[in-house]
């Protein structure tokens, strides 16, 4: 409280949207200022009323920088800083769930304000990862390209690798309407308008609506702002999960936007750039970030699916390259579907087989490497080459297993797409065929439909 009484004036200069401030020294040589206050910036009498919330990103012996969320438009070097004494804090009550906030977290849809509900700091530590729970349950998607074939581990952190225009956010969309988790917070950064509006209407249709919380920075707000939507979205998941014991999946979009915020912030800094120009410290920063995902031993878990997009679909990109040394997989999104080659879950072994079906582990491999005859019969189709009789039934297998299975659009339980692939291979292919167990194969491969021969192909 005493820090609000003092008034720094001596600005030293603005530069985008960050503003150096002079804070004198204790007699010891310490600042009274921490990294991660906050701090509100009131221009001079003569300017009109005008007041800025900002926030401590570098402390240099009495030189202090600040963050200032809305921009320093209307600041100038005669305004009075005053600190707040704490760091930034999100709303945390359950009556947050249904709401929509933006990036500095006040609510940004038609409700009431929640201004007398408590809050939390946003800016607390990781979990020791040795303190950890083991993954061991599945989170269910209901698209068949993840639960059969990369499934979603409860508190694993995964990204989807994508490029700008591919349907990444109704993907994420599709999740999170489908998926059995507790509850579902949002993540959207650098948004423009009319996905906000599509994600906030995807969940109020699938009726998920009230068991989701939204924390949204879109294009025409401040960048900075965009720094704290992950760290408010991964604060409330993590009250969610420790507190209330809840399964909570985590869903941030574009992950790209916020690497690109933390540039734009670097160069205002005059930081020393990176690789193409991005900080150095980007790893920890995303890092720092990811492992927020856990599973809490006697309470519930945080379980992280991102987007990443890749400028140029160039993987080596810095954002996409430094995300998949800390996350575990990822999947690809390429010309609308998922691709099943590039898509990789390191923790789906601990769910398959021992959660699920007996014959998803079966299944999962018999239907990649059938896949993956049938590109090579396709190309050999593309090059005139004569096919054999094998080869056209690798190719309608082919067509019906993009067609039933690789739409992102495609929702179906995890039975019954195994169920399904069972059906598919029964289509084109005989049983010495799928080189799969016999028990599994007299257990559930479908006797009434024929293997095809060449006439009917």
Known sequence: MTQLLVRYSRILEIVGDIVKVHVPLSDEGISPICFGDLALIENDENRGQHTSLAQVILLDRDEVSLQVFSGTKGLSTHSVVRFLGRSMEVTFSPNILGRAFSGTGRTIDTGPALTEEPKIEIDGPTVNPARRVLASHMIRTDVPMIDVFNCLVESQKIPIFSVAGEPYNQ??????????????????????????????????????????????????????????????????????????????????????????????????????????????????????????????????????????????????????????????????????????????????????????????????NTMVRFYAEAKDAAQKQAMSFELSEYDERLLKFGDLFRERFMGIDVTLPLEDALDLSWATLAECFHDHELLMKQVLIDKYLPKTAPVPNRETL
């Open 171 to 364: 993907l994420l969309a599709q999740i999170g309407t489908h998926a059995d988790a507790d509850i579902v917070v949002f993540g959207g950064i650098g948004l423009i308008f009319d996905d906000y509006y599509y994600f906030r209407q995807a969940f109020e249709e699938a009726g998920v609506h009230a068991r989701t919380v939204m924390f949204v920075h879109q294009g025409s707000d401040p960048t900075v702002e965009a720094l704290l939507v992950p760290d408010m979205a991964l604060a409330v998941a993590e009250r969610f999960a420790v507190e209330e014991g809840k399964r909570v999946l985590v869903l941030l979009t574009d992950m790209t936007a916020y690497a690109d915020a933390l540039k734009e912030v670097g160069i205002s800094m005059e930081h020393v750039p990176s690789n193409r120009g991005y900080i150095g410290d980007l790893y920890s920063q995303l890092a720092r970030r990811y492992e927020k995902a856990c599973d809490y031993k006697g309470a519930g878990s945080v379980t992280i699916l991102s987007v990443t997009t890749m400028p140029g679909d160039d993987v080596t990109h810095p954002v996409p390259d430094n995300t998949g040394y800390i996350t575990e997989g990822q999947l690809y999104l390429h010309n609308g579907v998922i691709d099943p080659f590039g898509s990789l879950s390191r923790l789906k072994q601990h769910v398959i087989g021992k959660v699920t079906r007996e014959d998803h582990s079966q299944i999962m």
